[in-house]
């Protein structure tokens, strides 16, 4: 008991602070586009046919996380707070789920403490449960699928596990299309297992097949309403440049190019110092398997197709790097190297948090990270101007998009009116052009055809939100 009693009060700090970074200033930050897009079509005004149609028009991830979300707004209210807290709820537990699949697959090393605490201060998993959008549920069914998978396969006779994995998998893959890269992984998995060790089962091949019928007639239907567009709104998106090779991503991962980069080299390392152990076909392959797989599959669709590869699409890559490095840390017999890799990545994870606004906020005003949206509003509101246009083109869909934003501004303040500009009639009016930053490409020019014949009075920015303040002159 007593030996046992320093390691529970730790793992209790860790996942304190964990709790603690998710859910404090949750919903400080205004929303940004994306999360514009779901707490538009979750609704829960909406009837489910509005919802439905809406997230057809302006998405192209599966609209699973849309109704969930929906009904959590049913439940607890149409707010930010709620939207947002529903993804915390989804990071913390994602915390609980890895250590467990931590003590799975190390038995009784205690590497749990060291992936709880990797996993409870990643600066990315933060962000990303204090989002409105699915990515902290997506790394959360991931996990929660390599823990059953890891199940059925030591019991492959067990029914129940079997189908509980299967409802489980399928959500994953409904869930989000890069769900697709853990059936890839799995399923390769289970082809070395086949041809390695012979190992095979029916029940198991019988799911596998069910779950990829159904995820590709779900995709192709879901891929038939939601192409037409209003123009090519892809125009974010560009394949991994040649500085993304030289850190895949793990500056975004482990939040700075410098601490990304130790945890790379280190990843590596581990990766070349037990080699073998990864040659025997076991749980330590499948996770260098999903690894290469989370970069190559995207990669290889963005030059064949086209761009599809961000790193937020990929964060349940952290997985299998979060384990590696801590089991394989732990395995370690010599207590000098072991000591030497904890204490450097828990230095730089904490350093790193010092320069981030996950420690500055709780002695400092928190800088905005994302449009200032409520600022904005406010500016307006204080006007005699109350009517408002908002520049989006190039989107998938312009309307649903002007709708979607709109209803975030009512959100904010009921008292501001949406004008459309074919509306406009080019007599005196006096209305704001609000240009968000985050779509528009940082193109906030008035369109031509206002030019000639308008004012700009007054410009104000609050940080991606410019705020043009505009009279249309009388037409001689």
């Known amino acids: 008991m007593s030996t046992n009693y320093p390691k529970l009060l730790l793992l209790i700090l860790i996942l304190g602070t964990g709790v603690l970074f998710r859910l404090y200033n949750v919903s400080f930050d205004d929303l940004w586009y994306d999360e514009i897009i779901s707490f538009w079509v979750a609704n829960p005004n909406f009837s489910n046919t509005v919802t439905f149609n809406a997230h057809n028009q302006i998405e192209d991830a599966p609209f699973l996380y849309n109704f969930i979300l929906k009904f959590h707004f049913y439940i607890f209210g149409y707010s ?37 605490f990797l996993i409870s201060t990643n600066i990315f998993l933060i962000g990303y449960s204090q989002e409105i959008r699915n990515y902290s549920l997506l790394f959360l069914i991931t996990t929660l699928t390599l823990i059953f998978f890891f199940k059925v396969i030591e019991n492959k006779k067990n029914l129940k596990l079997l189908i509980i994995f299967s409802i489980i998998f399928l959500f994953n893959i409904l869930l989000h299309p890069f769900g697709w890269i853990i059936f890839f992984t799995l399923s390769f998995y289970l082809f070395l297992k086949l041809l390695v060790k012979k190992f095979y089962s029916i029940s198991i091949i019988i799911s596998f097949t069910i779950i990829f019928i159904i995820s590709v007639v779900f995709y192709y239907e879901l891929f038939s309403i939601t192409t037409n567009t209003d123009a090519d709104y892809y125009w974010f998106m560009q394949n991994p440049s040649l500085s993304f090779y030289t850190n895949f991503y793990f500056s975004k991962y482990f939040g700075s190019r410098l601490v990304g980069g130790v945890f790379l080299i280190v990843l590596i390392y581990l990766i070349i110092k037990n080699f073998k152990k990864f040659k025997e076909i076991n749980i330590y392959t499948l996770f260098l398997i999903f690894i290469i797989f989370s970069y190559l599959i995207p990669i290889l669709f963005g030059y064949l197709f086209k761009p599809i590869f961000l790193p937020r699409y990929t964060m349940f890559n952290l997985i299998p790097i979060i384990l590696i490095l801590s089991v394989f840390t732990f395995n370690y017999e010599k207590k000098v190297k072991k000591f030497l ?134 037409k001689s």
């Open 80 to 116: 930010v707070l709620v939207g947002r807290s529903l993804s915390a709820i989804f990071g913390i537990l994602s915390i609980f789920t890895i250590i467990y699949l931590d003590r799975q697959i190390s038995k009784n090393n205690n590497s749990y403490l060291f992936t709880a």
């Open 341 to 474: 890799i904890i204490s450097i990545l828990s230095f730089l994870t904490l350093g790193n948090h010092f320069t981030e606004q996950t420690i500055k906020q709780f002695y400092k005003l928190r800088a905005s990270s994302k449009p200032e949206y409520s600022k904005a509003v406010n500016y307006i509101n204080k006007s005699i101007t109350k009517e408002y246009i908002l520049k989006v083109e190039n989107m998938k869909n312009n309307q649903a998009t002007s709708d979607a934003i709109e209803n975030y501004i009512s959100y904010l303040n009921e008292d501001l009116k949406l004008i459309e500009f074919k509306n406009i009639k080019l007599t005196k009016k006096t209305f704001w052009y609000i240009c968000p930053l985050d779509i528009s490409s940082k193109d906030c020019l008035l369109p031509k055809t206002m030019k000639k014949n308008s004012k700009l009075l007054k410009q104000k920015q609050f940080n991606s939100i410019i705020l043009n303040l505009v009279e249309i002159k009388t």
